[in-house]
């Protein structure tokens, strides 16, 4: 007797990579500053064994401000998938780190081939965590096609891994509180 099934093939993503890190800081009597650049390249092609062929650039920058208990922080990153790349390897955002409050599945279920996000935090330190107030701002679309740009706000707790916030996602002129809490490695 023959399975109806069709036959369960493999497929793999064998890939080059490349990683770029800067870090600078700058320590002032009152103010510690800290600049961070970060560049990475995905490259999977056939002559790899790869299944797909793509390039996967993601860059992001940062930069924060210290000075006693406050900190403000300001991160931004963007990235373009050039070719065909596996679920895995497409952008994503919605989640508890990258534009917080909004759904991951109510934004794109299958990610983006380009994405951008800007981060603007400020943050007071209390006890052993930070109290924070964030701005959150991003788009996620795909190659020749418009990219719709989402914001949110928020107020959240951090100590150590462990999160805890109620983002504001700004949606079609309403704003609907979304509690998270979770741990963020």
């Known amino acids: 007797m023959q399975s109806e099934l069709p036959e369960v093939g493999s497929q793999s993503a064998n890939a080059a990579t490349l990683n770029v890190h800067y870090g600078h800081k700058i320590e002032g009597d009152r103010l510690q500053q800290q600049v961070e650049g970060k560049y990475s390249l995905r490259v999977a092609t056939r002559a790899l064994g790869s299944t797909y062929s793509y390039a996967r650039h993601l860059i992001s920058g940062r930069y924060e401000a210290r000075t006693g208990r406050h900190t403000v922080s300001d991160e931004v990153l963007a990235g373009s998938i050039v070719g065909t790349a596996p679920l895995f390897e497409r952008f994503v955002l919605g989640s508890s780190s990258t534009l917080r409050g909004w759904d991951r599945y ?80």
């Open 106 to 185: 109510e934004i794109d279920p299958l990610g983006g081939s380009r994405v951008i996000h800007n981060e603007l935090t400020y943050g007071y330190r209390l006890g052993q965590g930070t109290v924070e107030g964030f701005y959150d701002s991003g788009a996620l679309w795909e190659t020749g096609r418009t990219a719709k740009l989402r914001h949110s706000l928020g107020v959240g707790y951090k100590q150590g891994i462990f999160v805890l916030s109620m983002a504001f996602p700004l949606r079609n002129g309403r704003i609907e509180p979304v509690f998270m809490a979770g741990m963020n490695y």
